[in-house]
């Protein structure tokens, strides 16, 4: 029987987040993953702390953005490789009103004084990009380069003796006392970071976790683009040579990992009311992101089997949002420490 103090189930970026901090505190573990439709592999990893619907301030934002890179330049060092990627944001205004508001919050607002530009002509440089009326630039932005990350860390796990490339089968556990027996593994805790796929696991299958289907395309256009995300109706990031990412469609109609037309249609028309210029689409996927009724993580004990623990609902910000919650979920598990009240499991503990 193999003993390990942690078994974590799901590779995406909060169960990989989740190992990277175990193996920093030497504590030991194990994955198991399957890699099967994981919607972090797919993911732009933009990291913004603003919202650009309202021009407002992501919760916690500079909190989560000092520790995005953090733990991801630990990752760099780890696997001796790039994956954080600066550069800025631009949202195409869509009328005199939204730049108007822009600006006030830029030169008023104190939490959005230090991530909002006053300069609204940056993409006024750039021919190809349709924006008569400006944009507004946000600072403290980019990306993670999340697709190559995940494979690259679940090789070193894979070289490393800490990767089980399964299916998680719940006919195989065992709870007894404060441990779990998976398989010929018994471990003190076991962590589900399944994402969606946590509706179906038996334990945790009441919790309000909505699946949202997003479509995604990489493109590639010869056009002179600037170094930045491009936010109109769709966004436009750069991935290098000439591609770009463009995305994504959220859908609660249809949860299913079925590349449509019709998303991919108007994925491309979005850009295109920007976009002076054709692109070609080179891929495009699909998949399904886990999103909680409030809006916020789910992180904690199952009320009943304390050995089963919860790392779930980063929805569309997980990014940013997994490292500062694995700070939380690891600071309660190691040190009995109060897990953040707005995204403690406890908040649904009556549907258990």
Same mark, same amino acid.
């Given at each position: 029987?193999?003993?390990?103090?942690?078994?974590?189930?799901? $590779?995406?970026?909060?169960?990989?987040?989740?190992?990277?901090?175990?193996?920093?505190?030497?504590?030991?573990?194990?994955?198991?993953?399957?890699?099967?439709?994981?919607?972090?592999?797919?993911?732009?990893?933009?990291?913004?702390?603003?919202?650009?619907?309202?021009?407002?301030?992501?919760?916690?934002?500079?909190? $989560?953005?000092?520790?995005?890179?953090?733990?991801?330049? &630990?990752?760099?060092?780890?696997?001796?490789?790039?994956?954080?990627?600066?550069?800025?944001?631009?949202?195409?205004?869509?009328?005199?009103?939204?730049?108007?508001?822009?600006?006030?919050?830029?030169?008023?607002?104190?939490?959005?004084?230090?991530?909002?530009?006053?300069?609204?002509? $940056?993409?006024?440089?750039?021919?190809?990009?349709?924006?008569?009326?400006?944009?507004?630039?946000?600072?403290?932005?980019?990306?993670?380069?999340?697709?190559?990350?995940?494979?690259?860390?679940?090789?070193?796990?894979?070289?490393?003796?800490?990767?089980?490339?399964?299916?998680?089968?719940?006919?195989?556990?065992?709870?007894?006392?404060?441990?779990?027996?998976?398989?010929?593994?018994?471990?003190?805790?076991?962590?589900?970071?399944?994402?969606?796929?946590?509706?179906?696991?038996?334990?945790?299958?009441?919790?309000?976790?909505?699946?949202?289907?997003?479509?995604?395309?990489? !493109?590639?256009?010869?056009?002179?683009?600037?170094?930045? !995300?491009?936010?109109?109706?769709?966004?436009?990031?750069?991935?290098?040579?000439?591609?770009?990412?463009?995305?994504?469609?959220?859908?609660?109609?249809?949860?299913?990992?079925?590349?449509?037309?019709?998303?991919?249609?108007?994925? !491309?028309?979005?850009?295109?009311?920007?976009?002076?210029?054709?692109?070609?689409?080179? &891929?495009?996927?699909?998949?399904?992101?886990?999103? !909680?009724?409030?809006?916020?993580?789910?992180?904690?004990?199952?009320?009943?089997?304390? $050995?089963?623990?919860?790392?779930?609902?980063?929805?569309?910000?997980?990014?940013?949002?997994?490292?500062?919650?694995?700070? &939380?979920?690891?600071?309660?598990?190691?040190?009995?420490?109060?897990?953040?009240?707005?995204?403690?499991? &406890?908040?649904?503990?009556?549907?258990?």
């Amino acid at each position: 029987m193999k003993k390990v103090e942690y078994i974590i189930v799901g $590779q995406g970026v909060a169960g990989s987040c989740m190992a990277m901090k175990l193996l920093q505190e030497k504590k030991s573990f194990v994955v198991i993953d399957h890699h099967f439709h994981n919607a972090s592999a797919i993911a732009a990893g933009i990291f913004n702390p603003v919202v650009l619907k309202r021009f407002s301030l992501v919760w916690n934002a500079t909190h $989560q953005i000092n520790r995005l890179q953090e733990v991801f330049g &630990e990752f760099e060092q780890l696997l001796n490789k790039k994956y954080i990627y600066n550069f800025p944001v631009y949202r195409i205004f869509n009328d005199e009103q939204e730049k108007k508001t822009w600006l006030k919050k830029a030169m008023t607002h104190p939490d959005l004084i230090d991530y909002l530009s006053t300069d609204t002509n $940056q993409l006024n440089h750039y021919s190809s990009i349709n924006n008569p009326i400006g944009s507004g630039e946000v600072l403290h932005t980019g990306r993670v380069d999340l697709t190559n990350l995940l494979a690259d860390f679940k090789n070193y796990l894979a070289e490393h003796n800490g990767l089980i490339d399964e299916t998680f089968n719940f006919d195989e556990l065992k709870l007894e006392d404060s441990k779990a027996t998976y398989k010929n593994i018994e471990a003190n805790k076991i962590i589900f970071a399944e994402g969606y796929n946590i509706l179906n696991n038996p334990f945790f299958k009441n919790l309000p976790v909505i699946g949202v289907k997003g479509e995604v395309l990489k !493109v590639e256009t010869d056009v002179n683009l600037p170094d930045a !995300v491009v936010k109109g109706k769709e966004f436009l990031m750069p991935l290098g040579n000439n591609q770009y990412f463009v995305g994504a469609t959220y859908d609660r109609d249809h949860v299913n990992y079925e590349k449509t037309e019709t998303a991919k249609y108007d994925l !491309v028309n979005g850009v295109q009311q920007f976009l002076n210029d054709e692109i070609e689409v080179i &891929e495009q996927h699909a998949s399904i992101r886990p999103t !909680v009724v409030d809006r916020r993580p789910i992180i904690g004990p199952h009320p009943i089997y304390e $050995q089963l623990i919860c790392l779930n609902g980063m929805g569309t910000r997980g990014t940013m949002l997994a490292p500062v919650m694995v700070d &939380e979920l690891y600071n309660f598990l190691a040190h009995n420490q109060p897990i953040n009240k707005e995204a403690t499991i &406890e908040r649904f503990y009556e549907r258990f």
